[in-house]
């Protein structure tokens, strides 16, 4: 049984930075797309930043080169860097699979972790 654990989020002021980690069990990483997501309130679930098997990093328009996306395949977890954070980044952040590319089945959404950016 997957179970998938994003952690590391917190309030922070608007310009700040955080990283966010995901961890997995009863699955590894290693061969999979995988990305980062976030639904803010009110607001449907949306990709922040992708990362393939092979290491090729995609990111939303929105993050606008603040955000770093990276992956541990040995350690079996995967990382958001967050820099300059806006008040609008306030969401659920969630780890999963880049199942919308259609080469990987996602796995069952864990909790997120919730980031608050407060101006």
């Known amino acids: 049984q997957v179970q998938l654990t994003e952690s590391g989020g917190t309030v922070v002021q608007a310009g700040e930075s955080l990283r966010l980690s995901c961890t997995a069990s009863g699955t590894r990483f290693g061969g999979k797309d995988m990305a980062w997501y976030r639904q803010a309130p009110g607001r449907q679930r949306e990709v922040v930043a992708t990362?393939?098997?092979?290491?090729?990093?995609t990111y939303a328009s929105f993050v606008n080169d603040r955000f770093t996306i990276s992956r541990d395949d040995v350690g079996n977890r995967m990382f958001l860097q967050m820099f300059s954070l806006k008040v609008e980044d306030t969401a659920v952040y969630y780890c999963?699979?880049?199942?919308?590319?259609?080469?990987?089945?996602?796995?069952?959404w864990g909790q997120g972790t919730q980031v608050t950016v407060v101006s």
């Open positions: 990362v393939s098997h092979a290491f090729t990093r």
């Open positions: 999963n699979t880049d199942f919308q590319s259609g080469n990987v089945e996602p796995f069952p």
